[in-house]
């Protein structure tokens, strides 16, 4: 089955700066890769996703770029500010549609120092 | 306000006793499903559900029953809880088009 690893599981940052968190899945077969944010005392919260058809995709400070060949994804947030701090999930997903099984990776502890 | 709302959000209860976590969504999703979250773990699916009266077991199905009799509903049921089922458990639900929009949780202590 799949199987979603996620790097750094901790990651500080000062404000303003960039901030990049990197999974691998290892299902060939996966082509929906959602990322969530999940602050402290919430539920997660969908921020972008990406299909296999695209390579990258932006909204506003967040970008992800995603490459199947090696089976890695990657979150990028630029200009990061202090509401940016959150734990940041990415998961991998075997079909089109989000119904299908989505493997979560274990989560990244972003902390942005004002 | 769209929202999926789950109840309680705080749970202690004894081992054996059966119990039942609800979950409701208002904005008409076909897709349902259950997560419990666990540190160093991540979100791991416990069962989901792609309409009414269809349903199929997650990665971590064991000890949990749900059922799908209504669209907006979906709750999750422990018959016999026991202390490794002690977690935070997330319920959510999607339009099948994109990912889950998730409740606020429900932190359940089996003792």
């Known amino acids: 089955g799949e199987n979603v690893e996620q790097h750094p599981s901790t990651l500080s940052v000062q404000e303003g700066d960039s901030a990049v968190i990197k999974c691998t899945y290892s299902?060939?077969?996966?082509?929906?890769f959602p990322w969530y944010k999940q602050e402290l005392g919430k539920g997660p919260q969908l921020i972008i996703d990406i299909r296999s058809n695209v390579g990258e995709k932006k909204d506003q400070r967040i970008a992800v770029t995603l490459n199947k060949t090696a089976k890695h994804f990657s979150l990028h947030i630029t200009e990061t500010q202090p509401e940016d701090s959150a734990v940041y999930f990415c998961a991998a997903g075997g079909k089109e549609t989000s119904y299908d099984k989505v493997i979560f990776g274990p989560g990244t502890s972003l902390s942005v120092i004002p | 306000e769209a929202q999926v709302t789950q109840n309680p959000r705080y749970l202690i209860t004894v081992t054996g006793k059966k119990l039942t976590v609800t979950c409701s969504q208002n904005m008409n999703h076909e897709y349902m499903s259950w997560y419990r979250q666990d540190p160093g773990l991540g979100l791991r699916q416990i069962y989901y559900s792609m309409n009414v009266e269809v349903t199929d077991k997650g990665d971590v199905p064991e000890g949990y029953k749900v059922s799908r009799k209504e669209k907006r509903n979906f709750p999750l049921i422990l018959e016999s809880p026991s202390p490794n089922q002690t977690s935070l458990y997330f319920c959510?639900?999607?339009?099948?088009?994109?990912?889950?929009?998730f409740g606020s949780g429900t932190r359940l202590t089996v003792v």
């Open positions: 959510a639900s999607s339009p099948g088009t994109r990912g889950y929009t």
């Open positions: 299902d060939s077969a996966s082509n929906y």
